[in-house]
């Protein structure tokens, strides 16, 4: 049973530009939330996708925007990338009604040069 | 608001002692509590939660976390600790709804010495 899958696992960026970060859920998950983990810091959560509308919203300015398919799987997306966004980011899915049935995902290693 | 304070971002025991990562938490409703672990270049593994059933709450690789609500803590202990325990763990906080945002702690490394 394969659990989160995201993709790519490692990406450089220039400043300003855009970038597109992919999840598929583990099987049976409808939900997913997306978090961000800056280098020694806890994981900060930025918004969270149930039937392919944003449902809960972090403290993240509107350069974070996110999409869930019919399918489950969702995408980051961040334009006009500054290097204070360089972060692992970690997507998480979940069943609703489960109490922290969370299933973590490895992680996609942003830099921004 | 919730918050999480993980007092140290380091601690180090022998091979063989006990374990303790400290966690006192902020919260305006009755929280639900989590501890994850996560070992270099991998996403969060659950070691336990606390979801306002039994205070003392056994989770995963013999670790073990009480909720005391007058201390406002919940710390994770291990009796005996093993080399394969070195990682980073993180404490955090969520309202009681399914599918609550985690707010999480910085982070503490634990290391263990042969």
């Known amino acids: 049973d394969a659990g989160v899958t995201q993709s790519p696992t490692h990406l450089i960026k220039t400043r300003g530009q855009q970038v597109t970060l992919r999840c598929s859920p583990k099987s049976g998950h409808d939900t997913v939330s997306w978090y961000q983990q800056a280098l020694g810091q806890g994981p900060q959560f930025i918004f969270q996708?149930?039937?392919?509308?944003?449902?809960q919203r972090g403290n993240f300015p509107d350069r974070f925007s996110g999409h869930q398919f019919p399918n489950y799987s969702s995408e980051l997306n961040v334009n006009a990338l500054w290097l204070g966004d360089s972060a692992l980011y970690l997507c998480?899915?979940?069943?609703?009604?489960?109490?922290?049935?969370?299933?973590f995902g490895s992680g996609t290693r942003l830099t921004v040069v | 608001a919730q918050s999480v304070t993980q007092l140290g971002s380091h601690v180090s025991v022998s091979e063989g002692a006990l374990v303790l990562l400290r966690c006192n938490y902020s919260?305006?409703?009755?929280?639900?509590l989590f501890w994850y672990v996560q070992y270099p270049n991998q996403g969060l593994q659950l070691l336990l939660k606390y979801t306002s059933a039994a205070t003392l709450v056994k989770g995963i690789n013999g670790f073990e976390a009480e909720f005391k609500k007058s201390e406002t803590s919940f710390h994770l202990t291990k009796p005996s600790a093993h080399m394969s325990d070195a990682a980073e763990y993180f404490c955090a906080v969520s309202d009681t709804g399914a599918n609550s945002k985690l707010t999480f702690g910085k982070g503490i490394t634990l290391s263990v010495r042969p």
């Open positions: 996708y149930y039937e392919e509308e944003e449902r």
């Open positions: 998480a899915s979940s069943f609703p009604g489960v109490v922290n049935g969370y299933t």
């Open positions: 919260s305006s409703v009755p929280p639900y």
